[in-house]
Structures are given as structure tokens and as C-alpha cells.
């Protein structure tokens, strides 16, 4: 019992310092490709390799020392053709929803009406994929490439430290070239600013504490289907009982430093899952919201355009069902899966782009077309 | 002669609460729209927006394109003025 104590205590503490960084720097990952796409702007880009390189070296120092307590870490599986599909519907829909799974949180925290509506999309669409579970996991276990190899190194057979190091040292030849350019800062207005990469080298450094503590970098959308679960077994049990998605137990691992053996899924019940995300998601939440309410910004706004409640809905939606399709999300894969070289992840990013590029067209031609 | 900012015409447009990146295509848009008008000091917009990255990306983006912009904190919200840059 302590034990789970301490986890999800740790998990809220990490949450906490997340949504602050989070508002105070409004380092959005959506932002960070519809903006490329957009504007053009690079900018956010840069922050996202930092923040990517920074975790690579932290994980693989972390993973030399024996700290983590998995590598690779529990629930990132083997690539398969799904991953692709899942990536590519979850750039889209980000795009609609005004943010991501996390960012959503972070926004809502901050009094964004659109983002809490998205956060309902997000439980809907988490319970709708367990409709199509059966399917959809037939369709990964037969267009799945190399079963068992997680990470690249892996398929390579080669230590990550060689691929590591000439990224590593491209990287800081490039973020010195930024930094005589002065492309790492931002002329900013907004109260209490935070640089987004000094905001980057701190989500690097929570996500490590993650994978440290818990066994893995921050993840949440298991339980937002954990929250589908919960209503649907307040409204509709007996249909529950029937879907498999629901009885599934992908987390099954014992953490080293606690003896504490981890199991759950998306169930409606308090479990490992439950501790370790929950934790997670109320923290951003109230980190954000902290946040806000120092800065002077606590303020509920609900006065948009019916298009923009749509499309915060419908994206939240698909940006579920795409997260339990891949299955992840952008922050677990890009800033938990690519630093260690996941193949699923990378083969996320490679779907995510021209998604985002499709969204931030749908964007700006459906939604904001007035 | 040349007006006052008191005396050109204020559009004004109430973005708070709005999806991302509302702000900076608002902005962009209605610019575009009344060039002529801003550039020559008879109309300045003012965005209100409770967006925080848009209080860089607005000034970013509207500042290479020649325009004066300023930002001021109101309450729980920013006030973003566009204007023409004086001749």
C-alpha cells in the first residue's frame, strides 16, 4: 500500500510540474507541427529536437547507471502496419481538437471551455474503440513487421549508443549554429514567460524521473478509456462485461526499486494503470491551473463558434480512437519512444507529419472558414 | 494630413476563448484585408485574446510585415494593437 502511495505520489508531483511548465511556456507539440505547416514556423520544431535528444541522452545515461527499471519500457510494443494508420488519423484529428491529450489537459486547466469539450471527445472516442477492438487487434497481430524487436538497436543488433552518439553530436553542432543565430528565444509579452526550451530540458528531465520512478515516461490515454469504462459501467454494464478491450491486462511487470508488482488496463477499476496515469492527468490539470490563476489568467471563455465546439469534439474523438489504434500518443512516442530509438515510434512521427499537414489544412478551410 | 491613432477607426475583434491558432489567422487575415486602410493610419485593429503564444507569434509575424504592434495585459486577457508604422 505504501508503495502505491509513493507512485502516485510521485506521478502527481510530476503532473503538477508539468502543466505549469506547460502553460507558462504554452510549448504546445500540437502548435509545434501545425505551425510548420502554417506559418512556416520552425521554431517549435527546434524545441521538439531538444527536448527528443536531451531525453535520448538522459534515458541511455539513466540505462548505463542501471536506473531504469525496464528497457525498453512496458505497453511500447512491436511496429505493425496500424501504427502507421493510428499516427496519421491522430495528426489530423490533434489539429481539429486545438491540442493534443495532453495539451488538452493543460488548456483546460487553464479555463478553455473548446479543450474540455475535446476532453469529452477523447473519453467518447476511448470507448468507441472498444467497439472495434476485436478487429482492430486482429488487423496489428497480422501486419505486424518484426514481432518481439521494440527498439531499432534491437532490430540492428548494435548497443543505442551507436546511433546515440552521431545524433548527438549533429544535434550540438546545430543547437550551437541556433544559438549564434539567437533562434532559441522568443520576444515575448505574455506575463511570466517561459522559453519553450527551457520548458523542453524540464518535461526531459520530469519524463525521466518517470521512467525512473514509475517504469515508464508519462503516458495517459489508458485511462481515458478507463474513464469510458467507468461511465459505460454506470450506464450500460452489461454491454461492458461483453467487450474485450476491457477485460484486456497489458501492463503486467514488477518494479525493481519497490517489489510493487504492476497490472492493469483499461478496466473500470482502481489498478496500476489507475496510479500511475491518474495521478498524471489531475496534476497537469491543476498545474496548469495553478498556474493560471498566479498569472492573474484563470478565466472561462465558452464564447466560440459552433464550428470550433464541432471540431474540438470530433477530433477529440478520433484523436482517442487513433491513440488506442497506433497505440500511444504523441507525447508517450515522441518524448518517451523515440529516445530510445521505439520502432513504433518512429514510425509514428514518419504518419504523424502529413497528418498534421492534413489538419492544419482542414483547419483552416473548414473550421475557420467563415 | 497624417491622422492620430485617436482618430483612426478601431477594429476591434473579441478572440478570447477560441480554438488555436484563431488569434494569429484573425490577425493575418484581417490585416491583409485593410493593408491599405492601416498602412495609411485610418483604421488600427485590436485583438483581445486570452492565448498566450499568440502575444509572441501576432507581434512575430505582423512586425516583419511592417506594422507597429503592441500587447498590454488586461486582466485575465491581452489587448494585441496593430497599427501602420509612421512615415
Given at each position: 500500500m505504501l508503495s502505491v502511495f509513493i507512485i502516485a505520489s510521485a506521478c502527481l508531483i510530476l503532473g503538477l510540474f508539468s502543466g505549469f511548465l506547460m502553460h507558462r511556456s504554452d510549448f504546445c507539440l500540437v502548435a509545434t507541427f501545425r505551425d510548420l505547416f502554417?506559418?512556416?514556423?520552425w521554431f517549435l520544431i527546434r524545441v521538439l529536437v531538444l527536448l527528443i535528444v536531451t531525453s535520448m541522452v538522459l534515458f541511455e545515461v539513466a540505462h548505463l547507471l542501471g536506473?531504469?527499471?525496464?528497457?525498453?519500457?512496458?505497453?511500447?510494443g512491436s511496429l505493425s502496419a496500424a501504427t502507421f494508420i493510428g499516427g496519421f488519423i491522430f495528426g489530423v484529428s490533434m489539429v481539429l481538437a486545438g491540442g493534443c491529450v495532453v495539451g488538452t489537459l493543460y488548456k483546460m486547466g487553464a479555463g478553455s471551455i473548446l479543450s474540455m469539450v475535446a476532453f469529452i471527445g477523447l473519453i467518447f472516442g476511448s470507448g468507441l474503440y472498444a467497439e472495434i477492438h476485436p478487429f482492430w487487434s486482429t488487423f496489428i497481430k497480422k501486419t505486424?513487421?518484426?514481432?518481439?524487436i521494440i527498439t531499432l538497436p534491437n532490430l540492428l543488433q548494435i548497443a543505442p549508443g551507436w546511433l546515440i552518439l552521431p545524433i548527438v553530436g549533429l544535434s550540438l553542432w546545430l543547437f550551437r549554429r541556433w544559438q549564434r543565430q539567437n533562434l532559441w528565444q522568443r520576444t515575448a509579452y505574455a506575463n511570466n514567460y517561459l522559453q519553450p526550451w527551457k520548458a523542453a530540458l524540464g518535461l526531459a528531465i520530469i519524463n525521466l524521473f518517470s521512467y525512473i520512478i514509475a517504469g515508464m515516461p508519462l503516458g495517459i490515454t489508458t485511462t481515458y478509456a478507463k474513464l469510458a469504462a467507468y461511465v459505460e459501467h454506470f450506464f450500460w454494464s452489461q454491454h461492458l462485461g461483453s467487450l474485450s478491450y476491457f477485460q484486456a491486462v497489458p501492463l503486467n511487470a514488477t518494479l525493481p526499486w519497490l517489489g510493487l508488482h504492476l497490472q492493469g488496463g483499461a478496466a473500470p477499476r482502481i489498478d496500476s494503470i489507475a496510479y500511475i496515469q491518474g495521478p498524471v492527468i489531475i496534476g497537469i490539470i491543476l498545474g496548469s491551473s495553478l498556474s493560471a490563476i498566479l498569472n492573474g489568467e484563470f478565466r472561462i471563455y465558452w464564447r466560440a463558434p459552433r464550428r470550433q465546439y464541432a471540431s474540438a469534439l470530433i477530433g477529440g474523438i478520433i484523436m482517442a480512437l487513433a491513440s488506442r489504434m497506433t497505440p500511444g500518443c504523441n507525447v508517450w512516442h515522441l518524448m518517451g519512444g523515440l529516445p530510445i530509438f521505439g520502432l513504433q515510434s518512429i514510425a509514428f512521427l514518419a504518419a504523424l507529419l502529413p497528418g498534421a499537414w492534413l489538419g492544419s489544412r482542414l483547419l483552416t478551410t473548414i473550421v475557420m472558414d467563415s | 494630413m497624417a491622422m492620430t491613432f485617436e482618430q483612426s477607426e478601431n477594429k476591434q475583434f473579441d478572440i478570447r476563448g477560441?480554438?488555436?491558432?484563431s488569434s494569429l489567422l484573425v490577425a493575418l487575415r484581417e490585416v491583409n484585408k485593410r493593408q491599405q486602410e492601416i498602412k495609411a493610419g485610418h483604421q488600427h485593429l485590436t485583438l483581445l485574446t486570452d492565448n498566450r503564444d499568440s502575444t509572441t507569434t501576432i507581434p512575430e509575424a505582423l512586425i516583419n510585415m511592417g506594422y507597429n504592434v503592441s500587447v498590454v495585459k488586461e486582466g485575465s486577457y491581452y489587448v494585441i494593437t496593430v497599427e501602420g508604422q509612421p512615415a
Open positions: 502554417l506559418f512556416r514556423s536506473l531504469l527499471p525496464f528497457y525498453p519500457f512496458p505497453l511500447l505486424t513487421f518484426f514481432p518481439g | 477560441q480554438i488555436c491558432p
